[in-house]
């Protein structure tokens, strides 16, 4: 069966780093697209960034745009987040998604599998 798996979550203070990693198996991981959500308590989940199945063409929310970067490794079955300059409202549970998309999607519902999620939480 398809299993997403998420790491690299944790506390960080604001300013600092994380790296999330989404290894794959289960599935052709590079005829999927990927992208990665979050959702914060209380908020609906929502967009943070996506890659081509091939790489090279990306999209990033705009709260996110310049401090994060996705990527992703089609020989490791892996998708990354590299987050930079954090702030407390990144706050929340993040999420990688496979999608059959030949572009990018920025929509949840473009997405057919899902991760548990990887906690990621940035102090003040």
């Known amino acids: 069966q398809v299993q997403l798996v998420e790491s690299g979550g944790g506390l960080v203070q604001a300013g600092g780093s994380l790296r999330l990693s989404c290894a794959a198996s289960?599935?052709?991981?590079?005829?999927?697209?990927m992208g990665w959500f979050r959702q914060a308590p209380g908020k609906e989940r929502e967009f943070v960034a996506a890659?081509?199945?091939?790489?090279?063409?990306?999209s990033y929310a705009d709260s996110v745009k310049g401090r994060f970067t996705i990527s992703r490794d089609n020989a490791k079955n892996t998708v990354y987040l590299q987050m930079n300059s954090l702030k407390p409202e990144d706050t929340a549970v993040y999420y990688c998604?496979?999608?059959?998309?030949?572009?990018?999607?920025?929509?949840?519902?473009?997405?057919?599998?899902w991760g548990q999620g990887t906690q990621v939480t940035v102090s003040s």
């Open positions: 890659i081509r199945r091939s790489g090279g063409i990306t």
């Open positions: 998604a496979a999608s059959l998309t030949s572009g990018v999607a920025i929509t949840a519902q473009a997405y057919g599998y």
């Open positions: 289960g599935l052709t991981f590079s005829a999927y697209a």
